[in-house]
């Protein structure tokens, strides 16, 4: 980087640079840039929108100047859906650069690095508020009911405090028994951390402890309390203001499925056309990843639709609506949905979905997995609200803040499966690099998770004393933040099979330290009203520290993370009568300077601008 991030000009899509979150087709939106002094005295300042790949310029103006930056205004009229627009800068000396959402450029950029206005209907108001709580629920808690049910004959029961199998045979099979009402019972944990948001991986009948293979999508697995478990956990969530969101696998369902055992080996069946069969006894087939147990949909069938996705008989209607009236979905394996070889019903199939929950009830979340790269066109917005993803945060945060050379484990496509040695320079770059090609909608709504049930627990390869500084960038860069359960326990885990520990309730005192931390982060994001839908402007990157700023008309809350003692210079941004909210360290003219790994967060006024 050859200038620091503060001192070059700076556009996103939060409210004080873009005038509406709600943009309308042939609709008028007005764009703002901030340009910092110092930077250059610019002589032409323009958006170049691409409606139907097509140049087109605008000119801006200045509308704004304070001592520390002068603000542009331009116009653009909103051609398409996905409607892209980067700004291109020239100084009296002719020389030029381009601002795009990946950073500023001397050389002309590609379009899919432009910022993005998209039309789509609007994620629900709340979405952007959230802090996530994910569940495992055989893992989470049993309630007393749970010792009359017989194991099925596929488990191996174990006791609440028996390690978990997490390598080889018994690995699925594992089975503790939590239940929905043991969820429902320990509401108040989630409540007093200040967590809005309840995540269940699923809650279908299955033959395996984590139930990504259902049986069926008709039901609640009577092992969980059945449907009505499921009424009477969402309803007591609701009560506490927190909203519950299911997991439905719409890539694959499991091979014991009465759909998949209705039509194999029986190709007159009306469910043959539902999966992607090898042979004409449809006794071969495709499968997730190879695995057989896993039979992979086929999006071509209108029956499959109308069953699962489509219109207010579907599953994906059906659990959002009374009694169950669950919040939304977090879809399994999105990336892959109805895409095989040749054929790319992805877009259709995603679409079907938000179509059905905007016809059922339009104030639903909906969230995609997509572990790699989920910039590639999946999430401009079109039915994806947010992704849950790998690439923009839980990457290049374990690169940055793990001992290098740890295990990363479950597909987090590390260098050869372990964490390498990143700066906080590379931290920044890897985010901004994944995070570039998201609308802004989109990367509000995108989860920002230390780990998952799918990873190992990012305390097990922590360096020393930076969990505090992980903690809170999740809760602070703009995003869903996670709290897997477990880590506010302080967890560790070798893979994600470990992680899907037992949570020890009986002992929970022990933990104290580790879940106030918790408690006290997650009350910074959901306090402050810049971190919950304020832009987000780059101060510092280098090898020890990286700083940011969110900002908002009502306040801005600047962010100092680092991961060993060392100083951080934010002249101009950083007042000493900043008032402190989060951290301890001294800091005079804008020199911070930390004693070791340390997260800090100031209070700052709001920017104030002219109106619309």
């Given amino acids: 980087m050859t200038a620091s991030p503060a001192a070059l000009p700076h556009h996103d899509g939060s409210p004080l640079y873009v005038s509406t979150q709600t943009p309308e087709l042939g609709g008028t939106v007005a764009l703002r840039l901030r340009v910092p002094r110092g930077f250059a ?24 100047e304070t001592p520390d930056a002068v603000w542009w205004q331009a116009e653009v009229v909103v051609e398409n859906p996905v409607h892209g627009y980067r700004w291109l800068l020239e100084d009296h000396d002719a020389e030029t650069w381009w601002l795009t959402s990946k950073g500023l450029s001397s050389i002309e950029t590609r379009d899919i690095d432009d910022f993005r206005l998209v039309t789509f209907p609007a994620p629900p108001d709340w979405g952007k508020d959230l802090v996530m709580y994910q569940v495992f629920p055989d893992r989470f808690a049993r309630s007393a009911a749970a010792d009359d049910r ?21 690995t699925g099979e594992q089975f503790f028994g939590g239940d929905l009402d043991g969820v429902r019972e320990h509401l108040d944990h989630l409540l007093d951390l200040g967590v809005n948001l309840l995540y269940l ?5 299955a033959r395996s402890n984590h139930r990504y293979d259902a049986q069926s999508f008709d039901h609640v697995d009577p092992l969980l309390g059945g449907d009505e478990a499921l009424v009477r956990l969402v309803e007591a969530a609701h009560e506490r203001g927190i909203r519950v969101i299911g997991d439905l696998t719409t890539n694959h369902s499991g091979d014991a499925h009465e759909w998949f055992r209705a039509a194999f080996e029986n190709p007159g069946a009306a469910e043959s056309a ?21 039979p992979k949909f086929n999006w071509n069938s209108s029956e499959l639709r109308e069953r699962f996705i489509e219109g207010p008989e579907s599953v994906v209607a059906r659990f959002l609506q009374p009694p169950f009236s669950f919040d939304g979905w977090r879809i399994d394996v999105a990336n892959m949905t109805g ?25 639903t979340l909906l969230v995609g997995e997509s572990t790699n790269d989920a910039s590639g066109g999946d999430f401009t917005g079109d039915a994806w609200h947010g992704a849950m993803t790998y690439a923009n945060f839980t990457r290049p945060l374990w690169n940055w803040l793990s001992v290098p050379g740890s295990p990363a484990g479950g597909g987090l496509g590390m260098t050869l499966g372990r964490t390498t040695d990143y700066t906080g320079l590379e931290f920044y770059a890897a985010h901004r690099e994944f995070a570039a090609a998201l609308p802004w909608r989109t990367r509000l709504h995108t989860m920002n998770a230390l780990d998952t049930h799918d990873t190992p627990r990012f305390a097990t390869s922590a360096r020393e004393g930076v969990v505090p500084v992980a903690v809170g960038l999740s809760m602070t860069l703009p995003g869903i933040p996670v709290v897997w359960a477990g880590d506010e326990f302080g967890f560790t885990a070798a893979d994600g099979e470990e992680a899907r520990t037992p949570i020890p309730w009986d002992a929970a005192d022990a933990y104290a330290d580790h879940i106030a931390l918790y408690r006290r982060m997650i009350a910074l994001k959901r306090e402050h009203p810049a971190l919950n839908g304020g832009g987000i402007r780059w101060l510092h990157a280098s090898e020890e520290a990286v700083a940011f700023v969110r900002e908002s008309a009502d306040e801005c809350v600047l962010v100092v993370a680092t ?31 930390t004693p070791g790994p340390s997260f800090l967060a100031w209070r700052l006024p709001g920017v104030q601008l002219p109106a619309w």
Avoid at 150 to 170: C, L
Avoid at 339 to 363: F, G, H, K, Q, S
């Fill in 563 to 593: 991961r060993s003692a060392t100083e951080v210079d934010l002249a101009g941004e950083l007042p000493d009568d900043a008032e402190l909210l989060e951290g301890a360290a001294p800091w005079r003219a804008g020199l911070v300077r």
């Fill in 201 to 205: 991986t699923p809650v279908f009948p």
């Fill in 339 to 363: 895409r095989y070889r040749d054929e790319d019903l992805n877009e259709a199939v995603r679409r079907a979905i938000r179509r059905t929950m905007v016809e059922v009830n339009p104030d």
């Fill in 274 to 294: 539902f999966y992607l069969w090898l042979d004409e006894t449809q006794s071969d087939y495709v499968s997730w990843l190879g695995h057989k147990s896993l």
């Fill in 150 to 170: 017989e194991p099925p004959e596929w488990a191996m029961p174990a006791a609440w405090g028996d390690p978990v199998i997490h390598v080889g045979p018994g």
């Fill in 41 to 64: 005295d610019l002589r032409v300042v323009r958006v170049r929108s691409n409606p139907d790949r097509e140049p087109s310029y605008a000119d801006a103006r200045v509308v704004h």
